[in-house]
């Protein structure tokens, strides 16, 4: 049922990415600034959250992926996104964007297609709501969660992956990635990570660290979101809650290994 060879690949980027160490550059949200930034430093990338406009170009040059996220949006955060975007793009280096909250409001719905329309993106990572939003018009989201289910949202997606070029994904009880007409399904993950803020924004990031290893865009993607669903099932096991939980992903993050990963993720193609 699970993919072999795709957990072999999922080993693989966790030893690259930990034996290169990419820098990694977030314009981000204030509230999940502190903890995507540890859970990067975790899985043995290195992050940068910076957001000037007077510095993204720069910072950008330095990074083995770019990431964008619309949590806490202004339009200034929105300029800088574009310039760090462009460069990136000049570069060839990928960039994901987090579309959070995306159909809540005209803001977050315009600025997010803004992006994607001016931007080559490798990879957006939502839920199925905010994915919806980007497809349809009058799809709307309860604030940044999601109202819909990945199974109600899985058409859309595809069609949207097509239609952009780029690979979509949805984050939920069990993640789908498309790309090109392809599927990729994500089993692992815990229903905690539901109760503790921005785990979808540090999923985001992390899928920016594996995409600084792997210029596959849908396996990098894929890989990404199955180590970080272990890492919430390992995470769950001594948790007494939602706040032990938070730091304990932080801790599997950090201990899971190769062999962990090749027996633990469970990908289906």
């Given at each position: 049922m699970f993919d072999i060879e795709l957990a072999k690949k999922a080993s693989n980027n966790l030893k690259t990415l930990r034996g290169k160490n990419p820098l990694i550059h977030n314009i981000t949200n204030f509230v999940v600034m502190n903890y995507t930034a540890n859970a990067l430093l975790a899985c043995g990338a290195s992050p940068v959250m910076a957001h000037a406009a007077e510095e993204v170009e720069e910072m950008v040059s330095f990074a083995g992926a770019l990431v964008l996220n619309i949590g806490t949006l202004t339009p200034p955060w929105i300029d800088s996104m574009l310039k760090a975007g462009k460069r990136a793009n000049e570069l060839n280096i990928p960039v994901v964007l987090d579309p959070v909250g995306?159909?809540?409001?005209?803001?977050?719905?315009?600025?997010?297609?803004?992006?994607?329309?001016?931007?080559?993106?490798?990879?957006?990572?939502?839920?199925?709501?905010?994915?919806?939003?980007?497809?349809?018009?009058?799809?709307?989201?309860?604030?940044?969660?999601?109202?819909?289910?990945?199974?109600?949202?899985?058409?859309a997606a595809i069609q949207l992956a097509r239609e952009l070029d780029t690979t979509i994904a949805i984050t939920g009880e069990v993640d789908l990635?498309?790309?090109?007409?392809?599927?990729?399904?994500?089993?692992?993950?815990?229903?905690?990570?539901?109760?503790?803020?921005?785990?979808?924004?540090?999923?985001?990031?992390?899928?920016?660290a594996f995409l600084a290893v792997?210029?596959?865009?849908?396996?990098?993607?894929?890989?990404?979101?199955?180590?970080?669903?272990?890492?919430?099932?390992?995470?769950?096991?001594?948790?007494?809650?939602?706040?032990?939980?938070?730091?304990?992903?932080?801790?599997?993050?950090?201990?899971?290994?190769?062999?962990?990963?090749?027996?633990?993720?469970?990908?289906?193609?």
């Open positions: 995306s159909g809540a409001t005209k803001l977050r719905t315009t600025s997010a297609k803004r992006l994607i329309d001016e931007l080559d993106i490798g990879v957006v990572r939502g839920n199925a709501s905010e994915v919806l939003s980007l497809a349809h018009e009058d799809s709307l989201t309860k604030g940044v969660d999601a109202v819909h289910s990945v199974d109600e949202a899985a058409d990635v498309t790309y090109g007409g392809r599927i990729l399904m994500v089993h692992n993950g815990h229903p905690l990570m539901g109760s503790v803020t921005g785990t979808g924004c540090t999923a985001t990031a992390i899928i920016g792997d210029r596959e865009p849908v396996v990098a993607t894929t890989t990404a979101l199955a180590y970080f669903g272990l890492a919430g099932e390992k995470g769950a096991i001594d948790a007494k809650g939602p706040g032990s939980f938070q730091m304990a992903i932080l801790d599997a993050l950090y201990t899971i290994d190769e062999k962990q990963m090749e027996e633990g993720v469970r990908i289906q193609s």
